[in-house]
């Protein structure tokens, strides 16, 4: 049998990033298959209200200032964010190192405020339909903002061994700086929804 030389790949990168990575894309299809399900959320929050004689049902309105303090710390991370993902792509290990420490902070700052945002809803999850869906619609994003952080912080850590000179760990970080646009991003409508459509 004789063998024929194509091309010679040997030089070529062992993994991609961005679009040319496999795991970009299934970050790609896990963010669709959540935002369908925050679409869904929101959908049964609106027939809820929209069958109800009032709104919020037999509870007051949320208050404002946990929901808007966890808004305004999600929307501050987006520029660190976007500069860790661009470190990343310009694999510059020793800021990409910082940036990871301080979306780690930024991933936990939410979560503290969000602890007093669940009593700042003034209904139970089991008081009636409008306290389930507000509590859901809260309770699913918050999981949302613990799988974020928790890959942060693996990545953080990673960045700090052997495997932080790793080019695919690089484009980790970009598939993670990715989602967590995703998480704020999700975010605006449910805080809309929770807290403005209400007062409207």
């Excluded at 679009?19 to 959320?41: Q, R």
């Excluded at 919020?56 to 946990?66: C, G, K, Q």
């Excluded at 507000?134 to 994003?141: A, C, E, K, Q, S």
Aim: charged share 15%; net charge neutral.
């Amino acid at each position: 049998m004789k063998e024929r030389i194509v091309a010679d790949v040997s030089r070529l990168s062992l993994h991609g990033t961005g679009s040319a990575s496999t795991t970009w894309w299934g970050t790609l299809g896990f963010m669709l298959i959540e935002a369908t399900g925050f679409a869904l959320a929101i959908a049964v929050y609106l027939y809820l209200m929209s069958i109800a004689a009032t709104w919020p049902t037999d509870a007051p309105t949320p208050d404002l200032l946990p929901g808007t303090l966890v808004t305004l710390t999600l929307i501050a991370s987006v520029l660190p964010n976007y500069l860790v993902s661009q470190w990343a792509e310009r694999e510059d290990l020793r800021k990409v190192r910082i940036g990871l420490v301080v979306m780690s902070i930024l991933g936990i700052v939410p979560l503290i405020i969000r602890a007093f945002e669940f009593y700042a809803l003034k209904v139970n999850w089991d008081t009636n339909a409008y306290g389930s869906i507000v509590w859901i619609l809260l309770g699913l994003h918050t999981t949302h903002i613990i799988t974020d952080l928790a890959d942060t912080l693996v990545l953080a850590a990673l960045m700090y061994t052997r495997h932080g000179r790793n080019r695919r760990r690089l484009g980790d970080v970009q598939d993670n700086a990715m989602y967590w646009n995703f998480v704020v991003v999700t975010w605006l409508p449910i805080y809309g929804c929770i807290y403005w459509i209400p007062r409207l």
